[in-house]
T-cell receptor, first 115, second 111 residues
């Protein structure tokens, strides 16, 4: 399968714990994005990378969130000191920017439940 | 901030019907508009992408149109099937990177 993969698919954690999610993009894609989706809503942009550089972060990305993309390959999203409001589906997407077309391909998501 | 609205929020149709899903956005200065399908508890599957210079795109039974001047896009599904049941999301890109999503239209196609 050459699509976007995410791990784990589900994570249950207690409030205050740290969690880390991983995303493996489509191999030739140079851009990688993180979004968050809560029930009944569309996904909301969190941050994105072009190669290994993190170029933009949303105001939704508080100081407790950090994302990395070492060597421009896979990416990790870490949430420190989790809160119940962090419960959501975390989606990763990747794209290969060609001209102005920027079709984003999404992974299956990681569902986080904070108890 | 760009607002993306999808109407209707939910739709139920019998199998075989043709249907139209609507998406409107407030800022006409978009780069791309992308339609997605999402099954319950799953990620998003890209259906069609329309660049700002294009008016429509087609894939199989799906046809998406874009009218930047009116801030509207429509997704037309021909000869609907029960397997088309899912939530359909439209998203516009006006920043060069982030997608702004609507809340989606939940479609149920009954046999």
């Amino acid at each position: 399968d050459t699509g976007v993969s995410q791990d784990p698919r589900h994570k249950i954690t207690k409030r205050g714990q740290n969690v880390t999610f991983r995303c493996d993009p489509i191999s030739e894609h140079n851009r990688l994005y993180w979004y968050r989706q809560t029930l009944g809503q569309g996904p909301e942009f969190l941050t994105y990378f072009q190669n290994e550089a993190q170029l933009e972060k949303s105001r939704l990305l508080s100081d407790r969130f950090s994302a990395e993309r070492p060597k421009g390959s896979f990416s990790t999203l870490e949430i420190q000191r989790t809160e119940q409001g962090d419960s959501a589906m975390y989606l990763c997407a990747s794209s290969l920017l060609l001209d102005r077309a920027n079709e984003q391909y999404f992974g299956p998501g990681t569902r986080l439940t904070v108890t | 901030k760009q607002e993306v609205t999808q109407i209707p929020a939910a739709l139920s149709v019998p199998e075989g019907e043709n249907l139209v899903l609507n998406c409107s956005f407030t800022d006409s200065a978009i780069y791309n508009l992308q339609w997605f399908r999402q099954d319950p508890g799953k990620g998003l599957t890209s259906l069609l992408l329309i660049q700002s210079s294009q008016r429509e795109q087609t894939s199989g039974r799906l046809n998406a149109s874009l009218d930047k001047s009116s801030g509207r896009s429509t997704l037309y599904i021909a000869a609907s099937q029960p397997g088309d049941s899912a939530t359909y999301l439209c998203a516009e890109e006006n920043s060069g990177y982030a997608l702004n999503f609507g809340k989606g239209t939940s479609l149920l196609v009954t046999p």
